[in-house]
Nanobody, 124 residues
Framework: QVRLVESGGGLVQPGGSLRLSCAAS????????MGWFRQAPGKDHAFVAA????????RYAPSVNGRFTISRDNPKNTVYLQMNSLKPEDTATYYC?????????????????WGQGTQVTVSS
């Protein structure tokens, strides 16, 4: 079973940037599709971005498209989420998930392994 650990969250002002990391261990990272989801207070989990094992054809939620970039470094067993032009509505706990499907999914229930989350707060 793959184990995932997120890091890189914090407090940032509107318009600022953060890069989240998700380090994987205990599995064959290069075979997993990886996704980022977030949960704001009082709301359900929401899809943010996902990337295939080969790093091609990433998918993004409309609310983050053009501002966020998902990438992966398979030799380092790590997936990243670069977040630019952050807005207060991006405030949430961000989770990464691992999935064995070939095509990146926006469906949270597809993902079989999750990290503990990292908090992102966008506020002035």
């Amino acid at each position: 079973q793959v184990r995932l650990v997120e890091s890189g969250g914090g407090l940032v002002q509107p318009g600022g940037s953060l890069r989240l990391s998700c380090a994987a261990s205990g599995g064959t990272f290069s075979s997993y599709t990886m996704g980022w989801f977030r949960q704001a207070p009082g709301k359900d989990h929401a899809f943010v971005a996902a990337i295939s094992w080969g790093g091609v054809s990433p998918r993004y939620a409309p609310s983050v498209n053009g501002r966020f970039t998902i990438s992966r470094d398979n030799p380092k067993n790590t997936v990243y989420l670069q977040m630019n032009s952050l807005k207060p509505e991006d405030t949430a706990t961000y989770y990464c998930g691992a999935d064995t499907s070939l095509i990146p999914s926006m469906n949270r229930r597809i993902y079989g392994a999750w990290g503990q989350g990292t908090q992102v707060t966008v506020s002035s």
